[in-house]
């Protein structure tokens, strides 16, 4: 760890850079995809920078993505429930 937007699956920690991170991050979110893209990857990769000027709008993506995965999950389960 330590190099710019490393991320390690087993600590749920994203590495900004030597200093930064966002902890809590977990492989379900990190790998969470829209339209083919992996959402929080991409928010870094389109920058190309090694520090984050807006963590706050980050955490916002975050909280988002989290309750959308959420949401998805229970509307499988109705889904599921009303097939069977």
């Known amino acids: 760890m330590g190099e710019f937007n490393q991320y390690d699956e087993d600590k749920s920690v994203l590495q900004i850079n030597p200093d930064k991170h966002f902890e809590g991050i ?19 990769k389109d920058r190309k920078v090694k520090s984050i000027a807006d963590p706050i709008h980050y955490c916002r993506m975050v909280t988002a993505l989290t309750i959308s995965i959420d949401l998805q999950a229970r509307i499988d389960q109705i889904i599921g429930t009303i097939i069977q």
Not at 26 to 44: A, D, E, T
């Open 26 to 44: 977990s492989p379900v979110l990190w790998n969470y995809h829209i339209g083919g893209y992996q959402v929080l990857h991409k928010y870094f």
